[in-house]
C-alpha cells in the first residue's frame, strides 16, 4: 500500500508544482500528510507564489527547502530529514527556446538532477534485507515533447517511439529513460507522466500565453514565431495536477500515462481568441491590438504539431479535464490582470528577493 504522507515536491516554486501544492494542500480533504517543496529558484523559481501556503501551513504541513537536485548531499539531507515516501519531480530547466540558446543547464538539471534524485531515492528506500520498498513511489513528470512532432493527422499515444528534436525534449528524454531504468534494474516504483502544453495561474511570461497577455496589457508586439501555423494542445494547469494525483494514488507502478488537453490550436488562432479576450476585459480596442502581431524569425528546430490520446488515463483511472479552454483562457487571463504584485515583481525582478526578505523571518 502506497503511504502518500511525506511528499517531495521538486521544483515546487515553479509553474506547475506551485499550482500542484496548492491544489494538493487547499483542495484535497482526502490527503493530510505532508509536503516539503525543494526548489533551486532559479530565474523560472518564484517563492512569492507560495506565500500564501507558507502562512497557512507553513512548517506544520509545508515546508520550504532551497537547494539543488543535482547536489546529492542536499538531496540526501532532505529524504532523511522528512522520512520522505513519494517523490512528485517537476524541477526541470523548461524553456525550449533557453535550450537553444543553452542547453548545458538543461543537461545538467534534467539530466542529472533526475539521476541523483533517482540515486537517493534508491539508497533511501532500500528495506532491511537490502531489497526496495513498495510502499514509496517515484512520480516522474514528462512532456510530451519527447515523441517529436506530428503531421497534419495522428496523436502521441504511450507507445509511440521517443523522437526528441530539441535539447529540452532531449534532456527530459533521457530523464525519462532513466525514471524506467531504475523501475526495471532496481526494482524502485515509478510512475511516469507526459503532458501537453499547460496554462494558467503562475505561468512564467516567457512562455506564449503569459507573454502575450502581458505584451498584449503593455501594448508591446506580439511575436508570432514562423507562420503561426504550428499546434499544441492546451490544458489548463490544474487539470494537469489532477491527473498528477490520480496517477500517483491509483496508477500502476511501472506505467506512463499521457495527460492532454483533446484542445488543439494553431498559435495564431489562439492568439487572435487571446486579444478578444483580453481587450474585452481591460477595455482595449481589439483591433488596434491585432495590428501589434509581428511575424518572427522561426524557432530552429521548431516541432510542427502535438496532440495527445489520452484515453489510457481517461479509462482506466477515471481522469477528465474539468475546464473548458474559453473557462481556463478567462480565469487565466482574470488572474493576470488581479495579481498586479506578482507581475510587477517579475518586471522588476524583485521577485528574487522574496527568500531573504521572508523565509529567512522564520
Ligand atoms: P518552470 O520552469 O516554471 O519551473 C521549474 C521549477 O524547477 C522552478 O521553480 C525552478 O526554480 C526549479 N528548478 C530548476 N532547476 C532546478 C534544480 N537544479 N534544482 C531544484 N530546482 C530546480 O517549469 P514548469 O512549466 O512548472 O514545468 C514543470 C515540469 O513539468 C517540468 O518537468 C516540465 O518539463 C514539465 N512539463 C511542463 C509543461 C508546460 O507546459 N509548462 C508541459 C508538460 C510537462
Ligand atoms: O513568443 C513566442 N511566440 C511563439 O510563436 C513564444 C514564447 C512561443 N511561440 C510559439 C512556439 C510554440 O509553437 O508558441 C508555441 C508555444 O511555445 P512555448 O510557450 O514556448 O511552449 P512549447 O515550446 O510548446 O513548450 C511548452 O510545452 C511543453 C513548455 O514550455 C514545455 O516545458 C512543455 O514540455
Given at each position: 500500500m502506497r503511504k502518500l504522507n511525506n511528499i517531495l515536491v521538486t521544483g515546487g516554486a515553479g509553474f506547475i508544482g506551485c499550482n500542484f501544492i496548492h491544489v494538493l494542500l487547499q483542495k484535497t480533504p482526502s490527503f493530510s500528510g505532508r509536503v516539503v517543496n525543494l526548489d533551486a529558484l532559479t530565474y523560472a523559481g518564484n517563492a512569492a507564489s507560495l506565500a500564501d501556503i507558507q502562512t497557512q501551513f507553513g512548517g506544520k504541513r509545508y515546508f520550504f527547502e532551497h537547494g539543488d537536485i543535482t547536489d546529492r548531499a542536499k538531496v540526501e539531507e532532505v529524504f532523511k530529514k522528512y522520512d520522505i515516501d513519494t517523490v512528485i519531480h517537476f524541477a526541470a530547466e523548461s524553456h525550449v527556446d533557453r535550450s537553444i540558446l543553452g542547453p548545458e543547464a538543461f543537461i545538467k538539471t534534467n539530466v542529472m538532477g533526475t539521476f541523483t534524485l533517482l540515486d537517493a531515492a534508491r539508497a533511501s528506500w532500500k528495506?532491511?534485507?537490502?531489497s526496495m520498498r513498495t510502499d514509496v513511489l517515484f512520480h516522474h513528470i514528462s512532456t510530451d515533447e519527447v515523441y517529436g512532432s506530428l503531421g497534419d493527422t495522428g496523436y502521441f499515444t504511450e507507445t509511440t517511439p521517443y523522437d526528441p528534436r530539441s535539447p529540452y525534449s532531449a534532456s527530459k528524454a533521457s530523464s525519462d529513460h532513466l525514471v524506467f531504468a531504475y523501475h526495471h534494474t532496481y526494482g524502485m516504483p515509478v510512475t511516469l507522466s507526459n503532458c501537453s502544453n499547460n496554462y494558467g495561474p503562475y505561468h512564467f511570461p516567457e512562455k506564449l500565453i503569459p507573454l502575450m497577455i502581458l505584451n498584449i496589457l503593455d501594448g508591446k508586439p506580439l511575436p508570432v514565431y514562423g507562420d503561426g501555423k504550428n499546434i499544441r494542445d492546451w490544458l489548463f494547469v490544474e487539470d494537469h495536477n489532477t491527473a498528477v494525483w490520480d496517477i500517483v494514488n491509483k496508477g500502476r507502478v511501472g506505467e506512463k500515462y499521457n495527460i492532454g488537453g483533446e484542445n488543439e490550436w494553431t498559435n495564431i488562432d489562439l492568439l487572435l481568441n487571446l486579444i478578444d479576450i483580453v481587450a474585452s476585459k481591460a477595455g482595449l480596442d481589439a483591433k488596434k491590438v491585432r495590428d501589434t502581431i509581428t511575424y518572427v524569425k522561426d524557432r530552429p528546430g521548431h516541432d510542427r504539431r502535438y496532440a495527445i490520446d489520452c484515453s489510457k488515463l481517461k479509462k482506466e483511472l477515471g481522469w477528465k479535464q474539468s475546464v473548458t479552454f474559453e473557462e481556463g483562457l478567462a480565469l487565466t487571463v482574470d488572474w493576470y490582470l488581479s495579481h498586479k504584485d506578482w507581475v510587477e515583481g517579475i518586471k522588476s525582478g524583485d521577485y528574487k528577493n522574496w527568500v531573504e526578505k521572508n523565509y529567512d523571518k522564520r
Open positions: 528495506a532491511s534485507d537490502g
